[in-house]
C-alpha cells in the first residue's frame, strides 16, 4: 500500500479537532499527521485537494444490500460502488436478510464477503431474537463476540412488553447497545402511509403518529427500567421528538437517528400513488418535517442515515400499499447532507458530524475524526453540480424519488485506510 | 420538467386523465374533473337514459369496440350495469373475474394485463380491492386502450358517484341550495370519497358525513365534509341522505360493537325521515343490509330512491364510457 500525502485539504472535523487547509499524511493505513513535515513517507502518492473539502469517511448507520439471500435485488458488491461513490467508508448491515443474520456464523459470511469486496468497512447488527421471530431471544453474548456491533429486530415486532423488557435486561447484562425500531404493530395495523390527509383521501390504509410514539415511550419507560443503551431507529414524527427530548433531559441515554429522505419529503408526495414515495416509517406531515429539521439542528437526534433499501424493477409494479417500501439513497447521502447545508438547517461541521463523528460514538469505534493515529477512512468532496440521472445510479436498486434532482456536492474521492477506493474524475 | 423541481408529480393525474373538456383518456377519480365536465356527463346521460325505453335498446356508438370488464373483486351491480351499457352502446363486451389470491400466488398484475392488451381490447373496466389499482393499471396499459375505474379499494368508485349526483339532479334542479349527508362507514368506504369531491366540485354548501368516531376518518374536513356523530342532529333538514352498507367484518375488528346498537345510532327508522327536510329523499349504493342501517319500511317507502340509482347507472355508464372511448388509431 503506498502512502498518500493530501494538500491543502479544507478539514471538517468535529468541534475542539483540527479544522481548516492542512495537508494529510498518510502511511499503513493510519493518518500519521497533519501539517507534520517530518514524517517519513515511502514515495507517497500526493493528492491536490485544493477547493476541496475533506471530511472523515461517512459512517452509515443502516443499509440493506440484501446479501445473502436476496441477491436478485442488491449484492454487496454493487451497493458497496454506491457506498463509497458517496464517501461512506463504513456500514451498520441490518440483519434481515434471508436467512436471518442471528448466529455467528451467518456474521462472519458476510464480513468475509464484504472483506473480498473490500470497498468498505461493514460492522453487523445480529437479530435480537431467532429469525426475528419477536420471542426467542439471540445468543446476544455469541453474536457480540462475533463481531456484532449491536442487535435489532428491525421491522419485526417484539410479541409483547415482557418479552421486551427481557430483552434489554438480558442485552443491559451483556454491554450489547439494541437499535429499536419503535412501532406498535398493533396501532400501524397494516398501514402503509401516514395516517392523515393523504391517507383519507387516497383510501390508504394508515399508520397514526401514535404508533410510533407509544412504542417510544414504552421503550424509553423500559430503558429507564433496565439501564439498556437504547439507539432508538428512523424517527418520523414530532409526538416521538418530545419524549426523546424529555428522557434526554432526564438523563437517560437514548440515542437516535433519521433516515435522510424523512429530513426531504412529507406526506402530501404521495398524492398521486407515487410508489416511490413508500416508506416505512411513512413520510408525516409537513409539521413533523419541520419537527425532524428541528431536531436534528438541536441535537435530539443524535445521526443521520442513508436507510438504504435497493429494491429490483418488480418491487415496484404493483398498485401502492403492494410495493415494497424503502428508498436506495445510498450514493445520495452526502450530497443530501450538503443540501441541508445549503438549505440552512445545519452548518456544515454539525451536518458532518451527524453522519461521521455521531455515528461512530454511538458505535463505540474508533472512527469518524481526521486525527493522527486514526484509520485514514477519508472523503474528499467538491461543491460542483450534477444531476441524478436514472442510467448513472451505481446502486441496484433505481427506487428512489432522486431521480432528476439537482445536487450541489460531488464526492470526488473515497479514502478507506489509506487506499483510494472511489474515485470521480 | 424541471429537473430539480420534484413537486411536479404532483398534477399528473389531472393531465393523465382528460385530454381535453369533451373527451376522457380514462375515467379513475373525480378529484380532478371540472364542474363543466361534471354537468356534461349528465347532460349526455340525460340523453341516453331515453334509450333505455325504446323497443331497440341500442345505439351504435360503440360499435366494433371491444370492451372488458376486469374484476378483481366480487361485485353484481356495478358488473352488471356496465354490461348493460357497453352493449347498449353495441360495443363487444367480455367479463373477466380474476381471482385477486389466484393473482397474488403467481401471475402479477402486470402479466394479466399484457395478456389482455394482447387481445386487442380497447377499454378496460376495472375494479380491484386495492387502493390506487385503477391508476397503476391505466398507466400500465398501451396509449389507445381507456381505464375506467368501478372501484379500487377505499380509494373512488367515481361511476357511482357520477350516478348518484345524476339520481339526486332529478330532484333538485340548483346543486348550491341542498344539504346532503352520507351515513355509515366513511373510512372504509370509496362511494364515500368519490361523493365528497363530486359534491365539493358541484359547490354543493352543506356536505355531511355521520357514524360513529371510529369509522370517520380524523380529518375529514379537509376534504370539505363536516362529521357528525349524531345521526339525529346530521340529518337534520337534509334533502339527500346517503347510507352507507355496513361490511360484517367490522363487528369483528372492534369498529362497532354490535348490529343492534348501530342500528340504533345509525339505522334509517321511519322515525328518521321526519328529521329530513321536507322534499327530503334517501339513497343506497347497495346492496341494502334492511334492519342493519335501514329499516324495510324506509328502503321501500317513498322518499327512497334506491332502485332509481340502480337504472340511472346504466345510462351514466353509457355516457362515461362514449366520452372515455379513444378515436381509431393505426397500430395495433
Known sequence: MSDLIIKS?????PPGEISGIHDIYIKDGKICGIDEDNVKLNSPIIIDAQDCYVTPGLIDLSVRFREPGLEKEATISSESKAAVASGITTVCYMPDTQPVIDTPAQIKLVQEIFKNVDLCDVKVLAALTRELDGERLSSMSELKHAGAIALT??????KNSLVLRRIMEYASGQDITIFYQPLNYHLANGGCVHEGEIANKLGLPGIPSAAESAAVAEAISLCKLTGVKLHLCRISCAESLTLIKNAQSQGIEVTSDVAIHQLFFDESFIN????????????RTNEDLISLREAISLGYITAICSDHQPHNEDARQAPFSSTLPG???IEILLPLILDLVDEGVLDMQKAIEKVTRNPALLLNIDSGVIKKDFPADLCI???EEWILEENRIQSAGRNTPFIGKKFSTKVKKTIRKGRVVYENK | MEPNDINLEKGELAENDIVSQKRLRHFLDIEYLSQPLLLDILDLAESFAGVSGQPVKKVPLLRGKTIVNLFFEASTRTRTTFELAAKRLSADFL???????????????????????????????????????AEFISKNVSQNISVINAGDGRHAHPTQAMLDIFTIRKYFKDFKKIKVAIVGDILHSRVARSLIHALRILEVPDIRVIGPKTLLPSGIERMGATPYVDMDEGIKNCNVVIMLRLQNERMDSSFIPDENEYYNLYGFTPRRQELLAKNGIIMHPGPVNRGVEISSEVADGDRSVILQQVSNGIAVRMAILSLSMQPQQDNK
Open chain 1, 153 to 158: 429486530n428491525c421491522f419485526s415486532p417484539i
Open chain 1, 9 to 13: 485539504a479544507n478539514l471538517i472535523n
Open chain 1, 381 to 383: 468532496f467538491k461543491r
Open chain 1, 327 to 329: 428508498i436506495s439513497s
Open chain 1, 272 to 283: 398521486n400513488f407515487n410508489s416511490n414515495y413508500h416508506v416505512t416509517p411513512p413520510f
Open chain 2, 95 to 133: 367479463n373477466i373475474n380474476v381471482d385477486f389470491s389466484a393473482t397474488k400466488k403467481g401471475e402479477t398484475l402486470l402479466d394479466t394485463l399484457r395478456n389482455l392488451e394482447a387481445m386487442h381490447c380497447d377499454m378496460f373496466i376495472v375494479r380491484h380491492p386495492l387502493s390506487g389499482a
